[in-house]
């Protein structure tokens, strides 16, 4: 019998007709089910993988733009940011622009980093700034009480900023050690917080500061009793009690040792604005004069 053709014919206009599966197989018998099921499943396999991928490459650029906007907004906050922007952008529109270049103009990225460091609440690097400008502590002394008036928690920051040097023994304060360094920032401060006259402390920093001045005491009756302490160890406890408060520990013998040890006359400014130590010592004056 011969082989009948068939012709399928689309009319104009109309969609054609719905291939087979055997059709797209280019098999008339169909073809394998389970194969084509395999494949999809390699295929979801590679789609999964490549979308957790996809996922994590986003989050890590969502955490790198969070990032970014969260200094911008640090930047923003600062006051002395502001005031660095006007100041360049009325200098470029200036026509005596040109002159002040060829001039040497006074710094005052110092200024502004560190009303920003006190700003933030950055104990670590206003310690750190301190140390890089240890050569010129008249300025420090000039800068620093000013702009720690500007941090939302002054007393706190100075805390912070000390850190825990004082339990180490005198020993390892040698004249080689990179610790010496950072010990003399943290007396700094101190002396730098009595001259803010910032007296505003939250209970849980109060707390903390006697805590400390207490370590330090026993530290220095282990090591020979406070009358024998060395004029760094000395300076040092003495403003933090000047700065924070004198826990009932402490005897009057303590504090007249420790301001007799500590070279008061470099300190006095400092030691004079301290109501704790006037109110302790009444006769503090008289014997800062004596000095």
Known sequence: MA???MTLTVKEGQPPPPLCAAAVSGESGGGDPMRSVNELRNLSTVL???RRRWDELQKHLDFIQDAIASRSRELDASPQHHQALAS???ETSSPESADLHS???PAQTSVSELGFLCGMMRSRGLRKYIISHLSDVAKLREEVPAALKGAPKPAK???ECIGRFFLQGSKAFGKATHMVPSRQASLL???FFLLSDCTEMEPSVKEEADLAAVTWRKRLINEGGVSNASDIDARGLLLLVASFGIPALFRNEDLRNLIRLSCPKEISDAL???RFLLARVPELKGLLSSY
Request: avoid cysteine; charged fraction near 25%.
């Open 3 to 5: 082989k009948t053709s």
């Open 48 to 50: 999964h993988a490549f």
């Open 88 to 90: 360049n952008t009325l």
């Open 103 to 105: 001039e040497p103009m």
């Open 157 to 159: 920051l100075v805390l």
């Open 189 to 191: 401060i101190l002396e």
């Open 272 to 274: 004079r604005r301290s």
